[in-house]
C-alpha cells in the first residue's frame, strides 16, 4: 500500500511559524496528563499509522533539544512523554546541506530535490509520512504540492513577526477540505486534502 505523505501545519492567523502566548497556549484545560483536542487530531490520533518524520534541519534540532526523551523535563506531563516515545520510535528524517551527522538515534539525513526525497520515501516500506517542519520546508512543499494531506492548527493571534510560511507563488496550490473544528481556545484545526488536477480560477 502506498504511504500516505501528510504535512502538519501549525501557524497564527498571519502565518506565522511560532507557538504564541494566549489564554489556553500552556496547558490542556481538562486533565494536565491528557491531550488537547488538538494533540490528538494532529499527532495522538495518528501514533500507530506513523513510521516516518521528516523535518528540516532547524525543525529536526528543535526537535531534538525538547522533544526527545532525554530533553523530556521530568515534570511533564504524561502526553509530552508519549509524543517523545513516539518521537524515538519513528525513523527521523532530517533534510540538511549542512549537517554531515545526526545525533538522534534512528534518523537519518537526505538533501536535494524536495520532490525526488518524497518520491524515494513514498516508495520505501513503512507506514504513513509527517511532514512536520519547520515553515520554510512546509511552504515548499505545499509550492510542489508533494502531500497528500494538510493538517492546520492556526492559533487565534495576528503575531507579526516569526518564520513565515507564505511566500509568492507562480501558481496556486488547490486544496479541498474534508473537516474543520474549532478548539475550546479559539484554534481552528483544518484538514485538507490534495487536489492534484489543474483546476485553474474561472472567475471573471
Ligand atoms: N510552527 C511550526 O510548525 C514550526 C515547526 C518547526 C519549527 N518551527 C520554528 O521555525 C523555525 C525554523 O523553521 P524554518 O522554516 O526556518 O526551518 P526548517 O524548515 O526547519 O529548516 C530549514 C532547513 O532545512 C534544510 N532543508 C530544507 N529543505 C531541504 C532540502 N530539500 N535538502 C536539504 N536541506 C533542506 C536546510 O538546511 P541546511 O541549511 O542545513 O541545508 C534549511 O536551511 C524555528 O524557529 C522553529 O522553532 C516552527
Not at 511560532?18 to 497556549?25: I, L, N
Not at 522533544?67 to 518521537?87: N, T
Not at 509568492?168 to 487536489?195: F, R
Request: net charge positive.
Amino acid at each position: 500500500m502506498t504511504r500516505k505523505v501528510t504535512a502538519n501545519l501549525y501557524m497564527t492567523l498571519d502565518g506565522r511559524g511560532e507557538f504564541p502566548k494566549y489564554p489556553g497556549s500552556d496547558l490542556p484545560s481538562g486533565d494536565p496528563d491528557e491531550p488537547d483536542e488538538f494533540f490528538r487530531k494532529m499527532w495522538t490520533d495518528r501514533y500507530s499509522d506513523v513510521t516516518t518524520v521528516v523535518m528540516g534541519r532547524r525543525s529536526f534540532t528543535g526537535h531534538l533539544r525538547v522533544h526527545s526523551l532525554k530533553a523530556r523535563k521530568p515534570d511533564a506531563p504524561k502526553f509530552m512523554f508519549d509524543y517523545s516515545r513516539f518521537l524515538e520510535r519513528v525513523e527521523k528524517v532530517c533534510l540538511s546541506h549542512r549537517l554531515k551527522k545526526l545525533d538522534w538515534e534512528n534518523s537519518r539525513l537526505l538533501k536535494g530535490d524536495l520532490s525526488k526525497i518524497v518520491k524515494k520515501l513514498k516508495n520505501e516500506k513503512g507506514g504513513n509520512i509527517i511532514i512536520e517542519g519547520g515553515p520554510r520546508l512546509i511552504a515548499e512543499v505545499l509550492r510542489l504540492n508533494l502531500a497528500d494531506d494538510y493538517w492546520f492548527l492556526v492559533m487565534p493571534v495576528v503575531f507579526g513577526r516569526g518564520p513565515r510560511y507564505w511566500y509568492p507563488m507562480k501558481s496556486q496550490t488547490t486544496l479541498k477540505l474534508l473537516s474543520a473544528s474549532h478548539m475550546p481556545y479559539g484554534e481552528l484545526v483544518l484538514h485538507y486534502e490534495a487536489v492534484r488536477e489543474k483546476t485553474a480560477s474561472k472567475r471573471k
